[in-house]
């Protein structure tokens, strides 16, 4: 932390911003926005109280610090009852790997073992097969004219590959794919009241969905993360509920970690390589460049926009007083884009070296970040080389939220 304090901007200019950013054009395009709050300064009043912070370096400080907290349950209960933090769904969050501090996240963390390279290896084979699979109905329905890509692959590959990684049935995964784009509002920047009760029902339904599977599997384990889990925790912990409440917990984040992003980075990658033909072009003539595409769609539009922390301590964030138990929302979106960090930043450029904090940094770099670049460049690869004559067909609209980009449509056809 720093020892120069300057004033805080004043909290009208960012309510402003924000409604902004509510609006079906600030949801299409936010960053023209994000470039209006930089302006103010790297770290600004929220107009909710805490702090927004726009500048890369500082967004990275604040992650890879022992010293910033995620908002656990003791900072949630703390906030009192009525508040956005003590909703039912919010609670549990609270109680998954994301949302730990040290010692329980280091753990729990350890316990959960996943996506090493012999898990990933095992799994290249069913996100090839999938990745196939759903290019030939995209190439079926594009034989008569346009077709959904968001629909048809986009959030396809992702429930396809985690629900063969579990062992669910397939005939789960439309509903499973349903209350995961409900239960991810309770972890929205302002969720609105009607958002909360669609995320607490999901929430509570992918309980039951969960804990029931738990249950089946100790009855019959297999040879899957499940069952692992259910024989790790056995040995953890002496309560047996308490070890099938921590694999479940376990699951849960493990299907909305992996669904709800990477299918964002798929649709939203498709979609920036169709809005740069050029761009599109030399990856088909140069699918060398593949991996270095995901990379630049991560720094450019990241599926995760705003990343939230807690202070751990009284301080000073970037030349801003920070009070202990005060809450930081780091503006990722905003700082890929700070050109204190790229030159040219509004530039999509294939050719940039690699630098973006779309998974997050520190002890809670993303677990699953391996798999979604496996997917990503897995669908890149047989995209480019099946459909190189793939256009956009009309501009996709976007799902109302700040923090959790989801694309609704990826309407496409072949020029």
């Known amino acids: ?97 994301p949302a730990l501090n040290p010692p329980e996240h280091t753990w729990v963390r350890r316990s959960a073992g ?7 290896e095992q799994l290249r ?26 629909a048809l692959v986009g959030e396809e590959l992702p429930v396809a590959t985690i629900g063969h990684w579990l062992g669910l049935p397939t005939a789960d995964f439309p509903r499973l794919r349903e209350l995961t ?37 100790r009855a019959r384990p297999g040879d899957d993360p499940v069952s692992r889990w259910i024989t790790l925790w056995d040995a953890l912990e002496s309560d047996q509920d308490k070890a099938d409440e921590a694999v479940y917990f376990l699951a849960l984040f493990v299907l909305l970690a992996a669904l709800e992003t990477t299918a964002t980075l798929l649709s939203t990658m498709t979609l920036l390589l169709l809005e740069h033909p050029r761009q599109w072009d030399w990856l088909t003539v140069h699918p060398e460049l593949v991996p270095a595409a995901v990379e630049e769609s991560l720094r450019y539009d990241p599926p995760t926009h705003v990343i939230s922390r807690v202070s751990s301590r009284d301080g000073v964030l970037g030349g801003v007083e920070v009070r202990k138990d005060e809450m930081v929302h780091l503006m990722v979106g905003a700082a890929n884009r700070d050109p204190a960090k790229h030159e040219d930043p509004e530039l999509f450029n294939l050719h940039r070296k690699p630098a973006h904090l779309a998974f997050s940094g520190g002890i809670h770099y993303c677990l699953g970040a391996p798999l979604a670049r496996m997917e990503a460049q897995t669908l890149l690869h047989q995209l480019v080389r099946r459909f190189p004559r793939l256009t956009l067909v009309r501009r996709p609209t976007w799902a109302p939220r700040v923090a959790f980009r989801r694309l609704l449509n990826l309407d496409v056809a072949l020029s």
């Open 114 to 120: 996943m996506f090493d390279r012999t898990t990933l």
């Open 125 to 150: 084979g069913t996100v090839g097969r999938s990745t196939t699979r759903l290019l030939d109905s995209l190439a079926e329905r594009l034989h008569d004219g346009e077709a959904d890509f968001n």
């Open 1 to 97: 932390m720093e020892i120069a304090i300057t004033p805080p901007v004043d909290r009208r200019f960012a309510v402003s911003l924000f409604s902004r950013l509510r609006t079906a054009k600030g949801q299409a395009n936010p960053f023209p926005i994000y470039g209006e709050l930089r302006s103010r300064g790297g770290v600004v009043a929220a107009p909710w109280g805490g702090h927004l912070v726009t500048a890369f370096d500082v967004c990275d400080q604040v992650l890879r610090s022992r010293d910033w907290l995620e908002p656990d349950a003791r900072w949630r209960e703390q906030q009192g009852d009525g508040t956005r933090w003590t909703a039912p769904s919010s609670r549990e969050m609270s109680r998954t790997l």
């Open 181 to 217: 784009h409900d239960q991810v509002f309770t972890q929205e920047l302002l969720p609105s009241a009607s958002q909360l009760a669609k995320s607490d029902a999901a929430t509570a339904e992918l309980r039951t969905y969960f804990m029931d599977l738990v249950r089946r599997r």
